[in-house]
């Protein structure tokens, strides 16, 4: 997602099978979610137009996003081992 995919205080989602756009209001912990991604993308020298940016204000790929997704998946089950596979 990126800045582009909010308009007139919606976040536009097109959904998978059907393709349809979804409208979601930004309001509440989303709002607060994206006012402090903004903030934090304003420290980097360059700015991405997406939603989600490396430490290098980079775009993140799916891939890198799937690997941190596993590195913090791992984390977990090592901490709470009841929370394991």
Same mark, same amino acid.
């Given at each position: 997602?990126?800045? @582009?995919?909010? #308009?007139?205080?919606? #976040?536009? =989602? !097109? +959904?998978?099978?059907?393709? +349809?756009? #979804?409208?979601?209001?930004?309001?509440?912990?989303?709002?607060?979610?994206?006012? /402090?991604?903004?903030? /934090?993308?304003?420290? @980097?020298?360059? =700015?991405?137009?997406?939603?989600? =940016?490396? #430490? +290098?204000?980079?775009?993140? !790929?799916?891939?890198?996003? /799937?690997?941190?997704?596993?590195?913090?998946?791992?984390?977990?089950?090592?901490?709470?081992?009841?929370?394991?596979?």
């Amino acid at each position: 997602m990126s800045e @582009h995919d909010i #308009l007139n205080g919606h #976040l536009i =989602v !097109t +959904q998978g099978k059907t393709k +349809q756009p #979804l409208r979601i209001v930004i309001a509440g912990e989303l709002a607060d979610l994206l006012m /402090r991604i903004r903030a /934090r993308k304003t420290g @980097h020298s360059m =700015v991405a137009a997406a939603l989600l =940016v490396n #430490l +290098q204000g980079k775009r993140l !790929t799916p891939a890198v996003l /799937r690997n941190h997704f596993d590195d913090a998946r791992t984390a977990v089950a090592a901490k709470h081992p009841c929370l394991g596979p």
